[in-house]
């Protein structure tokens, strides 16, 4: 009985810690859209041209933090996971690690970035 209790809260705090680390994912990218469409729309010279520059710079953060993911699951040697036992990881993350929210946070963007093609394509 005491696993399955155990069980039950390991993935409670599993899903909230996706969960936070999916809003904070929302939101550097939902900056770093901002950031790009402004510089897009100034430099590129126009809305459409701006929000292509947004798209194109999420996929391509995405895609390096994807590729940062692959090269730490890729390490030499399985390579445990960085022990938090200080205040700062552990307090807000109890159940992911490092690559987990790397990971997510490559996810937030990609699913930014296609949110974003599909607007541009039907328009």
Same mark, same amino acid.
């Given at each position: ?11 409670? *705090?599993?899903?909230?810690?996706? #969960?936070?680390?999916? *809003?904070?994912?929302?939101?550097? #990218?939902?900056?770093?859209?901002? /950031?790009?469409? &402004? *510089?897009?729309? &100034? ?20 895609? &390096? ?9 890729? #390490? ?11 205040? #700062? ?8 690690? %490092? ?7 490559? &996810?937030?963007? /990609?699913?930014?970035?296609?949110? %974003?093609?599909?607007? /541009?394509?039907?328009?």
């Amino acid at each position: 009985m005491i696993k399955q209790e155990e069980i039950k809260k390991k993935s409670r *705090c599993f899903g909230r810690d996706i #969960g936070k680390m999916l *809003c904070i994912g929302a939101g550097t #990218g939902v900056v770093t859209f901002i /950031l790009l469409f &402004l *510089c897009g729309t &100034l430099f590129g010279g126009g809305f459409s041209n701006g929000l292509e520059m947004a798209k194109n710079g999420l996929f391509l953060t995405a895609a &390096l933090l994807l590729f940062v993911v692959a090269g730490m699951v890729m #390490g030499k040697g399985k390579k445990k996971e960085p022990e938090f036992k200080d205040a #700062g990881w552990r307090k807000h993350f109890s159940v992911i690690g %490092l690559k987990t929210a790397v990971m997510i946070l490559g &996810l937030a963007f /990609l699913l930014l970035g296609t949110v %974003l093609d599909y607007i /541009l394509i039907n328009d």
